[in-house]
């Protein structure tokens, strides 16, 4: 005699806790890689955004720079730029439309290196770092175009960047613009 008993076997038991392990896992991973993208975009995003504003205040500051007269020691008399090196690249010299000696360098801020502006008229002048603390300037190179061909010198920057994050959402990303003065020879 045959009893009608409903319920399920151990074999669909196990079938059914297998899959269902196996689709928590797909979803679980598939939101780490969702959440992990999100990160590297936002930190990409960080690194963009401030290269964007070091780019538009120093490529202001160098379309309207001056040819020096005496007035910045660095810089050679009837000179626009001077680039020198540094112990963490290079250092871009010049004197602005307002008549300050200006120079661009990276500095050390603990273990971070920044992105650094100097303005003013003597050896103590004032010096400010506009990238943020989050983003590690690696490399600030400038290139002079001197070129008799031209009227105009133009200031080529290359620059390496990252944000201080965790290895995996570091957003390393490298920039080269070139910066024409205004000022005609």
Do not use: W
């Not at 401030?50 to 538009?56: A, G, Q, T």
């Not at 120093?58 to 540094?86: H, W």
């Not at 112990?87 to 602005?96: E, I, Q, T």
């Amino acid at each position: 005699m045959r009893r009608n008993r409903k319920g399920f076997t151990l074999i669909e038991v196990m079938v059914s806790v297998s899959l269902f392990a196996v689709i928590i896992l797909s979803v679980t991973s598939i939101f780490k890689m969702a959440i992990d993208g999100q990160r590297n975009a936002i930190a990409t995003q960080n690194v963009q955004e401030s290269l964007k504003y070091f780019l538009e205040v120093t490529a202001k500051e160098i379309r309207m720079a001056q040819k020096n007269e005496g007035v910045c020691p660095s810089i050679p008399n009837d000179e626009i730029f001077l680039v020198s090196e540094s112990a963490f690249g290079d250092v871009l010299y010049f004197k602005n439309y307002y008549g300050e000696c200006v120079n661009y360098d990276l500095a050390a801020d603990g273990d971070n290196l920044r992105f650094r502006i100097s303005r003013g008229n003597g050896s103590a002048a004032p010096a400010d770092f506009i990238s943020p603390a989050k983003i590690r300037i690696n490399e600030l190179h400038f290139v002079l175009n001197n070129s008799a061909s031209t009227t105009q010198q133009m200031v080529t920057i290359n620059l390496n960047a990252n944000a201080l994050e965790s290895a995996e959402y570091k957003s390393d990303m490298t920039l080269q613009t070139t910066i024409a003065s205004r000022y005609y020879k």
